[in-house]
């Protein structure tokens, strides 16, 4: 059994931050590239920004200079550092991680349940 746990997000007004952070817990051999998504109302899911195993991100340009995502392996966690918000930052942000479960050889994409990040303008 593999659990995601995501915290962090929140009600904050235009120009603030938030850090969300989400763990992997359970049964992981080895933890590979890990990601943000973000679904806002009416529209749909897009992948925020991502890290390799080797530390190499990557992001959307919408976000590109604001945020900041960032791995702890020791902790088997990613966050998301989210500065100078806009409203349009609204949505719903799920963690994604690509892992190797105990009793596989390959990877598996397990998903948080999602935290809410309201930005008020």
């Given at each position: 059994?593999?659990?995601?746990?995501?915290?962090g997000g929140g009600l904050v007004?235009?120009?603030?931050?938030?850090?969300?952070?989400?763990?992997?817990?359970?049964s992981i051999v080895s933890i590979?590239?890990?990601?943000?998504?973000?679904?806002?109302?009416?529209?749909?899911?897009?992948?925020?920004?991502?890290?390799?195993?080797?530390?190499?991100?990557?992001?959307?340009?919408?976000?590109?200079?604001?945020?900041?995502?960032?791995?702890?392996?020791?902790?088997?966690?990613?966050?998301?550092?989210?500065?100078?918000?806009?409203?349009?930052d609204t949505a719903v942000y799920?963690?994604?991680?690509?892992?190797?479960?105990?009793?596989?050889?390959?990877?598996?994409?397990?998903?948080?349940?999602?935290?809410?990040?309201?930005?008020?303008?």
């Amino acid at each position: 059994q593999v659990q995601l746990v995501e915290s962090g997000g929140g009600l904050v007004q235009a120009g603030g931050s938030l850090r969300l952070s989400c763990a992997a817990s359970g049964s992981i051999v080895s933890i590979n590239a890990m990601g943000w998504s973000r679904q806002a109302p009416g529209k749909q899911r897009e992948l925020v920004a991502s890290i390799t195993s080797g530390g190499t991100t990557d992001y959307v340009d919408s976000v590109k200079g604001r945020f900041t995502i960032s791995r702890d392996n020791a902790k088997n966690t990613v966050y998301l550092q989210m500065n100078s918000l806009k409203p349009e930052d609204t949505a719903v942000y799920y963690c994604k991680i690509r892992l190797v479960p105990v009793g596989y050889y390959y990877g598996k994409d397990y998903w948080g349940n999602g935290t809410l990040v309201t930005v008020s303008s």
